[in-house]
């Protein structure tokens, strides 16, 4: 399960299939999911929406990119789904967010 964490973390910005994941770990579709989820405490999708929006809350203190250039570059397809996920995981908009990184620096 390690190295197929790895894997959807170098990753991020493309779909990777369950059946593919599935395939390169061995096992079946069934068996990997609940395999994945009882090592990691998440389903796959979830690990990756988490490390998409990891990354994008980093980019979001650091980058002074705009936030929907950030969002496509972490693989949201639009801003209104990046916006919603952000705040479902750290209860701020992302610009909130930046906006208390730079505080935080200054």
């Given at each position: 399960?390690?190295?197929?964490?790895d894997?959807?973390?170098?990753?991020?910005?493309?779909?990777?299939?369950?059946?593919?994941l599935?395939?390169?770990?061995?096992?079946?579709?069934?068996?990997?999911?609940?395999?994945?989820?009882r090592?990691?405490?998440v389903?796959?999708?979830?690990?990756?929406?988490?490390?998409?929006?990891?990354?994008?809350a980093?980019?979001?203190?650091?980058?002074?990119?705009?936030?929907?250039?950030?969002?496509?570059?972490?693989g949201?397809?639009?801003?209104?789904?990046?916006?919603?996920?952000?705040?479902?995981?750290?209860?701020?908009?992302?610009?909130?967010?930046?906006?208390?990184?730079?505080?935080?620096?200054a």
């Amino acid at each position: 399960m390690g190295k197929i964490a790895d894997t959807l973390q170098q990753a991020l910005a493309q779909r990777a299939p369950l059946a593919s994941l599935a395939a390169a770990a061995g096992l079946s579709e069934f068996y990997f999911l609940r395999t994945f989820q009882r090592v990691t405490g998440v389903t796959p999708h979830q690990y990756v929406l988490r490390a998409r929006l990891r990354a994008a809350a980093l980019r979001l203190h650091d980058d002074s990119a705009k936030v929907v250039d950030i969002a496509l570059d972490c693989g949201f397809n639009d801003l209104s789904n990046f916006n919603h996920a952000f705040r479902a995981e750290f209860a701020s908009s992302p610009r909130a967010w930046r906006a208390r990184g730079r505080a935080r620096r200054a």
